[in-house]
């Protein structure tokens, strides 16, 4: 199988799909093993309001199927103040596994609205499915912990010209 039909199977994964695309989805994982991707820090950092007070956090964004499908594997460090947001063209259900991901995360799963539909923990290595009860347009992955730390929680609304312009703020 070539890595460009793995890759899809592996979007189709993280679209949704029913799990019995589980065995073309661990063919896709191996075909885009490699170097760590890093994508560029996009120019408007991701704010919400916590506590009266603005959050700010630098992102990559992964806006295509190949970005979405790497995300943040193999990447051994992430800023503090960093993260990863995933744009999907639309409103779905999804879910995303951690294997190739040596760093514990935080997937914050987002409505189309803009605001936090669940945060979930991504295990190190683990081939688990994480997905939210419904349907998500975004997932913000950030360093396990950083969700309870800087006070996201579910229901908080996040703010990004991405998000902006579906949530139409």
Do not use: C, Y
Request: net charge negative; hydrophobic share 45%.
């Amino acid at each position: 199988m070539n890595a460009r039909i793995a890759a899809i199977a592996l979007s189709l994964f993280l679209a949704g799909a029913p799990l019995a695309l589980t065995p073309p989805v661990a063919v896709a994982q191996e075909a885009v093993q490699g170097a760590p991707m890093e994508l560029p820090v996009d120019a408007a950092p991701l704010t919400f309001e916590a506590d009266g007070e603005t959050v700010s956090f630098e992102i990559e964004i992964a806006d295509t199927a190949e970005r979405r499908a790497r995300g943040l594997m193999f990447r051994t460090d992430l800023p503090e103040d960093r993260g990863m947001l995933f744009v999907f063209e639309e409103t779905r259900p999804v879910g995303f596994w951690m294997k190739n991901t040596p760093s514990p995360l935080d997937l914050v799963f987002i409505g189309e609205d803009g605001r936090v539909i669940d945060i979930l923990p991504g295990e190190p290595f683990s081939t688990a499915s994480i997905a939210p009860d419904g349907p998500s347009r975004f997932v913000l992955e950030l360093n396990q912990g950083t969700s309870q730390r800087v006070g996201l929680a579910p229901g908080t609304r996040l703010n990004h010209p991405a998000i902006d312009e579906v949530a139409g703020n």
